[in-house]
């Protein structure tokens, strides 16, 4: 394992990358798999047909497919991004389809008489949405939206594909310099659980304090 301590440096680096690609990419995927959510229960239906577009579309596509889509092919019709805005934009829309069903499953265990009285009330259907479904919605969620920030942290190895400098890369770079994948390779997935671990812990705990009582 000395060529994991002779590098400690540049784990930390690439550990830090790999921190920023994900806490950001989630950030994108719960803004924009919420809005999604609330598309596939509206009572429009072209935004339940876009909501529903997005979710099948992106669930169904591989995301190294997605990289390659967006990091190369769309450089041809000029849109073009730094490797990690385009990494934080893939990674934050594939994961957005995910975070859109597990919402909507949410949505869909409130009681629907609150959203009815709501109504009754005279509250549009942005107010109800928000004020009293999505409050409620959530805190029944906490946990799968947990698991899907877990699988974006692992999934943000894929970025090294278009020439992030995260963790992976880092790693595999040392690898073929030195010859010593297997320790090298050893080192990445205790970085990995040092950063994934924690958040676990973290996500668990939120979960106990915002838990619904029955």
């Known amino acids: 394992m000395g060529v994991v301590l002779d590098n400690l440096g540049a784990f930390g680096e690439g550990l830090r990358t790999t921190v920023a690609l994900t806490v950001l990419s989630y950030l994108v995927a719960f803004v924009v798999g ?21 979710t099948e579309t992106l669930r169904n596509i591989p995301l190294t497919v997605l990289f390659f889509v967006f990091f190369f092919g769309f450089t041809k019709i000029g849109i073009s991004y730094l490797p990690f805005t385009s990494a934080v934009i893939v990674l934050g829309c594939y994961t957005s389809a ?10 869909n ?30 805190r029944t969620v906490v946990a799968p939206l947990g698991s899907l920030f877990v699988a974006l942290a692992k999934n943000t190895s ?9 963790l992976t890369r880092i790693v595999n770079d ?40 029955r």
């Not at 995910?98 to 949505?107: D, H, L, Q, Y």
């Not at 894929?158 to 995260?166: G, L, N």
Request: aromatic share 8%; glycine share 8%; proline share 5%.
């Open 34 to 54: 919420t809005f999604v959510a609330a598309m596939r229960v509206s009572p429009i239906l072209p935004l339940r047909w876009l909501g529903a577009l997005w």
């Open 109 to 138: 265990s409130v009681a629907a008489g609150q959203a009815e009285a709501a109504r009754a009330l005279g509250l549009s259907f942005p107010q109800v949405i928000g004020t009293i479904v999505l409050p409620q919605a959530l």
């Open 158 to 166: 894929i970025a090294f594909t278009v020439s992030v400098v995260e």
């Open 174 to 213: 040392l690898a073929n310099e030195t010859g010593e994948a297997i320790p090298l390779y050893l080192g990445a997935a205790v970085a990995y659980l040092l950063f994934v671990l924690p958040a676990s812990g973290a996500i668990g705990a939120i979960e106990r304090k915002v838990a619904i009582r």
């Open 98 to 107: 995910f975070v859109a069903e597990t919402v909507r499953s949410g949505i």
